[in-house]
Structure formats: C-alpha cells, structure tokens
Nanobody, 116 residues
Framework: QVQLVESGGGLVQPGGSLRLSCAAS????????MGWYRQATGKQRELVAT??????NYADSAKGRFTISRDNAKNTMYLQMNSLKPEDTAVYYC???????????WGKGTLVTVSS
C-alpha cells in the first residue's frame, strides 16, 4: 500500500508560480514511477508529468513551464509550476505506480486556481 498526500495548491495570478508537493508513505521502495495529473471542471483527468529513476516526461501543455522532481530522502515529489495560465486551473493529483503489482495509487488532490 502507498499513501499519497498533496499540498501546495491555492489561488495565484496569471504569470505566477506555485510548487506542489506530494508526500508518500507506505511501500515507497516498490514505487516504479510517480506523476502529476490534473482534472479541470467538466473535463477528463489528464497527465501533467511523470518521473522515474531515469527519466521525466511532460505533457505538451507543461513543457517549458513545469518541472517535476523527487526528493527520495524526504519521500516527496514536487511540481514546480511557472508562468501559470488560467487554463492550468484544475485539481492536481499525485499518482504512484508499482510495476510488480500493476497497482496504482492516487492522492485526494489539491486545487490550483489561476485567476486575476
């Protein structure tokens, strides 16, 4: 089992920055990949970025503006979001995937609102 808790969401003006955090606990050593997803009102959940021990991957909408990182000593994953746009407004979810069991885990999400 893996437990994930997101934090860092809030209200920010267009062009501003936020850093989201995802604290992981439980069977952390078994995690193969982690990622950030988001879901805007009335839309499907979509990938923002993923990270493994060897690579990162970004949605086109996030490239050049968002940076995903992971601090293994703190069991925490981050999403640094810069140059935020109103269309980035969504609930952001943390995800962890374990290849050995084909199980994935989700946090409860943190709301990001980009508005003036």
């Amino acid at each position: 089992q893996v437990q994930l808790v997101e934090s860092g969401g809030g209200l920010v003006q267009p062009g501003g920055s936020l850093r989201l955090s995802c604290a992981a606990s439980g069977s952390i050593a078994r995690i193969s990949a982690m990622g950030w997803y988001r879901q805007a009102t009335g839309k499907q959940r979509e990938l923002v970025a993923t990270i493994t021990t060897s690579s990162t991957n970004y949605a086109d909408s996030a490239k050049g503006r968002f940076t995903i990182s992971r601090d293994n000593a703190k069991n925490t994953m981050y999403l640094q979001m810069n140059s935020l746009k109103p269309e980035d407004t969504a609930v952001y979810y943390c995800n962890a995937f374990i290849i050995a069991t084909s199980m994935e885990y989700w946090g409860k999400g943190t709301l990001v609102t980009v508005s003036s």
